[in-house]
């Protein structure tokens, strides 16, 4: 019964090599994130949408790039990744007008860049 | 947006009752406080969530002072399978939902037999 759902689970790309992550949800919610997991450390978010509004975080690299075509899928692009890239890269969602909505997350996809 | 503060680990053994301290000075007026457990290579997980006094489920409580400058995660009588990270997110769940959610650095459970 997964709810929000990561493709795929694993990723290995080349230097430079762009590269694109999938997230897809089936709870109908309007907000989607994007983080950036790397080993031992804290979820770092990327980047946001409320419904179609994108919402970048200021220290977010220009190297990466989100699309959200509908409510329920949304992507994560990396234009030209770096070995500084490799992460888990976690999507999660919630309901934007419940103010007590907790964050559903997928589990992830790591990616390793070669 | 307020910034938590929490032990980078702990240790417990089967059995015990574990507590998990995290500190929000900052925390605004709309603020919710949530605590979430995440296991390897799996996304984070909600545990339980308030914004004032004590909340309860099936898996953890949550006291709130009357300050709301810090939470305690209780988890009775821990076993092995409650080895993870501990984070501690404070937030504004408003309806906008345009508050970021930034995650603080966790704690790190070990559960020993």
């Known amino acids: 019964d997964a709810m929000v759902i990561q493709n795929p689970r694993y990723q290995v790309t080349q230097f430079g090599k762009p590269v694109t992550l999938s997230c897809s949800q089936t709870?109908?919610?309007?907000?989607m994130y994007w983080y950036q997991q790397k080993s031992s450390q804290a979820p770092k978010l990327l980047f946001h949408?409320?419904?179609?509004?994108?919402?970048n975080e200021a220290d977010t690299p220009d190297n990466f790039q989100s699309r959200r075509p509908n409510t329920s899928f949304c992507f994560l692009d990396i234009r030209s990744p770096g070995l500084g890239d490799a992460a888990m890269y976690l999507c999660?969602?919630?309901?934007?007008?419940?103010?007590?909505?907790?964050?559903?997350f997928g589990n992830g996809t790591r990616l390793t860049v070669t | 947006l307020a910034k938590t503060t929490q032990p980078i680990s702990m240790d417990s053994y089967e059995g015990q009752e574990v507590n998990i301290t995290c500190s929000h000075n900052?925390?605004?007026?709309?603020?919710?406080i949530t605590w979430y457990q995440q296991f390897p290579s799996q996304g984070p997980r909600f545990i339980i969530q308030?914004?004032?006094t004590k909340v309860t489920n099936e898996v953890a409580s949550l006291f709130i002072p009357a300050d709301r400058k810090s939470s305690t995660l209780s988890l009775p009588r821990v076993s092995l399978s409650d080895t993870a990270v501990y984070y501690c997110?404070?937030?504004?769940?408003?309806?906008?939902?345009?508050?970021?959610?930034?995650f603080g650095s966790g704690t790190r459970l070990q559960v020993q037999p």
């Open positions: 949408y409320y419904d179609k509004d994108f919402n």
């Open positions: 709870l109908n919610h309007n907000v």
């Open positions: 308030g914004y004032k």
């Open positions: 999660a969602t919630r309901i934007g007008t419940a103010d007590n909505s907790p964050l559903h």
């Open positions: 900052n925390i605004a007026t709309n603020d919710y």
């Open positions: 997110l404070v937030g504004d769940m408003g309806a906008e939902g345009r508050r970021a959610l930034t």
